[in-house]
DNA sequence: TTAAAAACATACTATTTAGTATGTTATCAT
DNA sequence: ATGATAACATACTAAATAGTATGTTTTTAA
C-alpha cells in the first residue's frame, strides 16, 4: 500500500472510533487529527469536507465489516434458523469490533444522520439492504429445503429480526450491560423455533 | 398558569420538537431562543444550563407522554397479546405526536447522550424502566388467566417485543416511509399469537 | 537528475456555540 | 403605593468549529 492510502485509511479508522464512541456531530475534525497525529492540511488533502469523509466510513469501513460479519455467516450455515440465531449470537456476545455501550454503528448514524442527510440516508440505506436481501433470501432457501413452515413470509421475518437487533443494541447502551442481551436472545431462539 | 410557567413550558415544548426533529447536540440555545421568542436571559433565568433543560424535557415532557401513550393503553385492556399488538398499532400507525421520519424521542435520546452524560442515562432508564414495568405486570396478569401459555417468561418477551419497536422506529426513520411498519406488525401478531 | 505534481504542514479566518454580566421591567406581599 | 424580588432583555465573551490560504516536503515519471 502506497504511504497517501495508509494516511487516508487511518483517517477513516480511527475517525471511526471517534464516531463510533462519540458520535459523528461531536467528533470533531480536530478530535480526528489529533487522534491521527495527521495535519489538517493531510486532512483535507484527502477528504473535501467532514461528511466527505462520513460518507467514506460507511462505504470503506462499514461496509466490509458488514459483509464480514453480518452477511457471510449468513451465508455458510444450512438452516436459517441456526444461521440467525448464531448470527446474532456472535454479534452481540463474541463480537470484538462491536461494543455494547456504544450501540450498533450503523443504526447510530442512522439515527443521527438520516434525517437531514440525503447522501447519509442513502448509502445508509444500501448497506441495510444488503444485510436484509441476504436474510431474506437465506429464509427463502430454508423454506424450499422444508426447514422453515410454508406460510412464513421470509420478508416479514426479516424485518421483525432486523429490528429486534436494532433495538438490543440500544437497549444495551442505555443499561450499559450485556445483560439484557441474554433474555433477548432466549427469546429470540423460542420465536424462530416458531418458524419451523 | 402563572406567566413564568408558561414561558418555561413553552420553552420545553418547542425545544422537545427541534431536538426530536434535529437532534439533543445540533439543537443551539440561539435555534430555541428563536423559535420561542423568549430571550436569551429568560432561557437561562429558568434553566443553568442546557443540560438541565435536556433532562427537564424527559422528565417533564417524555414522562407524562409515556404514561399517557404508552402505559395506560396496555393497563386498559384485558388481553396481553391484544393489549400489546393494539399499542404497537396506535404508537406506529395512529398516533400524530410520534413521526416516521424523526424516530422515537426516547430512543433518540437514548442513542444520542447514553454514553457519555449520566444524568440522561439515569433518567432515560428510569423511563424505560416504567414502560417495561408495566408490560411484565400484563404478562404476567394474561398468565394468570391463562390467556398466556405457562412456561412463557415475561421479561424476556417484554425485552424482545421492546427491542423490536425501538428497531422498527430505527427501520421507519431510514426508509422514511411508514411502509415498513406493515411486515413488522404482522410478524409481530403472528409471533405474540404463538405465546397463548 | 530534475521538474512537476502529489502529499503533507502551519497559520489563519469567519461563524457558531454555551454561557455571563449587567442591565430593565413586571409582579406581589405589605 | 412601594420596595423587594421574580422575570425577563441586551450586549457581550471565550472557546470551539469547519474550512482556507499559502506554504514546504516527498514521490514519481522522464
Redesign the interface.
Known amino acids: 500500500m502506497k504511504k497517501a492510502e495508509a494516511t487516508r485509511l487511518t483517517i477513516l479508522q480511527k475517525a471511526f472510533e471517534l464516531i463510533y464512541?462519540?458520535?459523528y456531530?461531536?467528533t470533531s475534525i480536530d478530535d480526528i487529527i489529533a487522534t491521527t497525529q495527521v495535519t489538517k492540511g493531510a486532512f483535507y488533502y484527502h477528504f473535501k469536507t467532514k461528511d466527505e469523509m462520513g460518507i467514506a466510513i460507511i462505504n470503506e469501513i462499514l461496509k466490509p465489516t458488514l459483509t464480514n460479519s453480518f452477511i457471510e455467516p449468513l451465508q455458510r450455515e444450512e438452516n436459517p434458523i441456526d444461521a440467525i440465531y448464531n448470527l446474532m449470537h456472535h454479534l452481540l456476545i463474541e463480537n470484538e469490533f462491536l461494543k455494547v455501550?456504544?450501540?450498533c454503528p450503523a443504526?447510530?448514524f442512522?439515527?443521527?444522520m438520516?434525517?437531514?442527510h440525503a447522501d447519509f440516508?442513502n448509502v445508509?440505506?444500501e448497506l441495510?439492504q444488503q444485510w436484509t436481501n441476504v436474510m431474506i433470501a437465506t429464509i427463502e432457501k430454508g423454506k424450499k429445503k422444508g426447514l422453515i413452515r410454508e406460510d412464513v413470509?421470509p420478508?416479514?421475518?426479516t424485518?421483525?429480526v432486523?429490528?429486534?437487533?436494532?433495538?438490543?443494541r440500544?437497549?444495551g447502551?442505555?443499561?450499559?450491560s450485556k445483560k439484557?442481551y441474554f433474555?433477548?436472545l432466549?427469546?429470540?431462539k423460542?420465536?424462530l423455533n416458531?418458524l419451523k
Open positions: 464512541i462519540k458520535g456531530q461531536t455501550e456504544y450501540g443504526s447510530n442512522t439515527q443521527e438520516t434525517p437531514w440516508n445508509l440505506n441495510t413470509n420478508k416479514q421475518v424485518t421483525f432486523v429490528s429486534g437487533y436494532w433495538g438490543i440500544n437497549f447502551k442505555l443499561e450499559n439484557v433474555p433477548y432466549k427469546e429470540l423460542s420465536y416458531t
